[in-house]
């Protein structure tokens, strides 16, 4: 048997062990997320040409679907028979069984299989469960040649600890087309999400076709010149498009049209928007623009009636998102007609004002039979009258901010669900937001969350893809004449499989969640992406065991992809797709000589096994931010820059400590000043010079922090006599 066999036999065994204790399984079962209630039999169930697919009344779509997805995978024609309940598959409706709602049902044999739910949405999460349960294969969209049809005897009664399992889609900093959104929609559906956030306006692009208001796409949704024009639009059509698609997959589509600020896009195309009427550009490159829509003006207040009104009528969900975050007020503190609405309302801040504005739309939206949503700032800017959903996007706890003021929450904490950060740290990393530190899929999946209750503030979680990386900078843009995908194979290696771990989270009790078991199930779950045609980052190999073993370090590795090999190197160099292949423990003299990475196929791999180096021993300074070497190091003085972003975290006072660590020669240290983007926010004098393991720390104090936003330091310089000369640089929060 050659070691490629060796390695798939091991890794089916120990997929093996994850499935009930006690059933004698013929195949492995991985299904995500995890049902709350299987019981797997050593039957199965084998689909044939000719077979039929019998449904109840109201579950014709239902089958039409699963005969669909069946027929682009065999090439069989798999009839349905509505009205029916004698079928091979039989799709049925049964409160009495079924007594959650979105709960349903799965029995399958060798005869038959069955799905009933307590709604139609029970229905389509039951046949998303069957769906895993077929080979790899049958979510490939053409023919998968010779393959047996088997799906293993089960019995599964399950159902979603919560009402919102959600994901967010930043259509607006960067433009996806509308396949790729159905796309997106369909891998939401195949994980059990039931909730798209559609984030269609912000300052770099107006995406929704508003017909009283043409400006907003014809100026609004496009920026930088002809040539390297970036933007899109979807057209009212379009949208109808996207929620007809979505509603046959129980995905809610929610609109965020966002205000006061974000919608430089909107001032742009009609600049009475803004309180200096002022005319600007749609920008190509991220910042956070201080133009607020003018709350002094009746006409803003039409705008948005107008603008909602359309909205309202193109998008059936019972939610608006009126987006609400990150608003500076200058503008309103210095606008005459804002001021007289303060007065006039009795408001002592300009940041009350955010609070009467949100009560106006309230209202609106309450007439039209709409809850509004936004994120957590639309809650802590003025007391409101209506009760609102807020999206809590800072840290966990916060949702004690909707519970004292009884409003509902929705958990998207950055520092677990903001998916354009990168998973690690590991060099080769694609470029990605930095000003949070890197959510791995553990800790994506070890999120904290109060278990549901319909009394309970928290109503579920979502996840957020933003997509500013885009516009920081021309890397990751599309070269319109090579007609590529880059941004959507990027998209989806964020994204994937980090939705898997919130699809989990939202769907599964605290209790039930195990990430070793989620672990597990998920080495079969990156074959499923592979035939769907979704990039994901593909895992490193996991390391079971380090061991010292006399004078060497013995690594014993896992895989973390089913049927995909290891390959590895001693000597210190990255692995390529031609390195010896791993089937057991390897030693080596320094760890730093070991790398590993799996290998999906010749041109999708994972990232190297990385070992950080270890700054614990310099952890009472912060993070580490930088480092110099005699090469980087002028002996006149020179301004010397390193990013800082993902140090700077919020508003407040900061400490930098530059500590040397070798050398002859010490590095003079004068003037510091710390910038956001083109910004200088602070500005210090240093006069010191280093010395071996004796920190110089110098103290600034940051007021203007914006989130996504690059931050950078740069401190004048130079090497005393010389430069030899090496160091660290931290930065910590006080």
């Known amino acids: 048997m050659n070691r490629k066999n060796i390695f798939r036999r091991l890794a089916c065994v120990s997929l093996l062990l994850a499935v009930s204790a006690g059933v004698g399984a013929q195949q492995p079962v991985s299904i995500v997320p995890k049902p709350l209630h299987l ?62 709602s979105e709960g349903y049902s799965l029995s399958v044999d060798k005869k038959s299989i069955r799905i009933s739910g307590a709604d139609e949405a029970g229905v389509f999460y039951g046949l998303q469960t069957l769906l895993q349960l077929f080979p790899k294969e049958v979510y490939r969209n053409s023919l998968a040649g010779q393959i047996m049809w088997t799906v293993p005897g089960v019995q599964i009664v399950d159902h979603p600890e919560r009402p919102w399992r959600g994901m967010m889609l930043d259509v607006a900093r960067y433009f996806y ?26 300052d770099s692009g107006w995406r929704l076709e508003i017909k009283k208001y043409p400006r907003l796409t014809e100026v609004g949704a496009w920026a930088g010149p002809d040539s390297r024009r970036l933007g899109g639009y979807y057209t009212q059509d379009d949208i109808r498009e996207i929620l007809e698609y979505a509603r046959l997959r129980q995905v809610e589509v929610v609109p965020e049209i966002e205000f006061p600020a974000h919608m430089l896009s909107a001032v742009v195309a009609y600049p009475w928007l803004g309180c200096t009427g002022k005319q600007h550009e749609v920008p190509d490159q991220h910042f956070i623009s201080r133009d607020l829509l003018c709350v002094g003006k009746e006409s803003s207040y039409q705008f948005l009636k107008d603008v909602l009104d359309e909205t309202v009528a193109l998008f059936p969900s019972q939610y608006i998102n009126i987006g609400g975050d990150e608003a500076v007020y200058t503008n309103w503190e210095q606008c005459p007609r804002c001021q007289e609405v303060m007065k006039r309302e009795g408001l002592s801040k300009a940041s009350e004002l955010q609070g009467y504005l949100t009560n106006v739309v309230a209202d609106m939206m309450k007439k039209k039979n709409r809850t509004v949503i936004g994120w957590e700032e639309i809650i802590q800017r003025g007391k409101l009258n209506e009760q609102v959903v807020a999206l ?110 919130l699809a989990e989270v939202a769907w599964l009790p605290k209790e039930e969640r195990k990430y070793a078991d989620f672990a597990e199930r ?72 070991f790398h590993a990475m799996t290998v999906v196929d010749n041109r999708h791999y994972s990232l190297p096994i990385y070992f950080a180096p270890d700054y614990s021993a310099y952890k009472q300074y912060g993070e580490f931010t930088a480092e110099w070497k005699p090469l980087q190091v002028q002996t006149s003085p020179s301004k010397w820059r390193f990013e800082c972003t993902g140090k700077i975290s919020g508003n407040g006072e900061y400490e930098i400590a530059f500590i040397q660590t070798g050398g002859q020669n010490v590095l003079n240290l004068g003037n510091l000043s710390l910038w956001k983007r083109d910004e200088k926010l602070a500005e210090i004098t240093m006069n010191q010079s280093s010395q071996v393991d004796k920190p110089v720390v110098g103290s600034f104090k940051v007021d203007a922090f914006e989130a996504g936003t690059p931050f950078y330091i740069e401190v004048e310089a130079c090497g005393v006599n010389g430069n030899d000369t090496k160091g660290l640089v931290f930065i910590r929060k006080k």
């Open 39 to 100: 019981e797997q039999t050593e039957e199965q169930f084998v689909l044939k040409s000719g077979m039929t697919i019998a449904c109840e009344e109201g579950l014709k779509e239902q089958a039409e679907y699963l005969s669909q997805m069946l027929r682009q995978a065999t090439g069989w024609e798999i009839k349905v028979r509505p009205d029916s309940r004698k079928g091979n598959i039989v799709l049925a409706l049964d409160t009495v069984a079924n007594k959650h």
């Open 177 to 202: 087309d509308k396949e790729f959104v159905k796309k997106f929609i369909d891998m939401m559906a195949m994980y059990k999400l039931n909730k798209l956030q559609f984030h269609l306006i912000d």
């Open 392 to 501: 809590m996007w800072h840290n966990v706890g916060d949702t004690i901010q909707a519970t004292r003021t009884g409003h509902k929450a929705i958990l998207t904490p950055a520092t677990h669900l903001y998916f354009d950060f990168p998973e690690s740290r590991t060099p080769g990393e694609v470029k990605a937001a930095t000003w949070m530190p890197p959510i791995s899929l553990e800790k994506c999946y070890g999120i904290e969350v109060n278990d549901y209750s319909p009394e309970s503030t928290v109503m579920g979680v979502q996840g957020c893809f933003w997509s500013d990386q885009f516009i920081h900078g021309t890397v990751l843009q599309e070269i319109t004449p090579l007609n590529e995908n880059r941004s959507e194979q990027y998209a989806e290696y964020l994204i994937f499989p980090r939705m898997l771990a």
């Open 522 to 593: 998920m080495t079969l779950q990156y074959a499923k992406l592979d035939a769907k045609g979704c990039n994901y980052r593909v895992p490193e190999p996991k390391i079971q065991s380090m061991t010292q073993e006399g004078d060497s370090l013995c690594f014993t590795l896992t895989p973390t992809v089913a049927d995909a090999p290891i390959r590895y190197t001693t000597n210190g160099s990255y692995p390529t797709i031609h390195s010896a292949v791993y089937s057991g423990p390897v030693r080596v003299k320094n760890k730093a000589d």
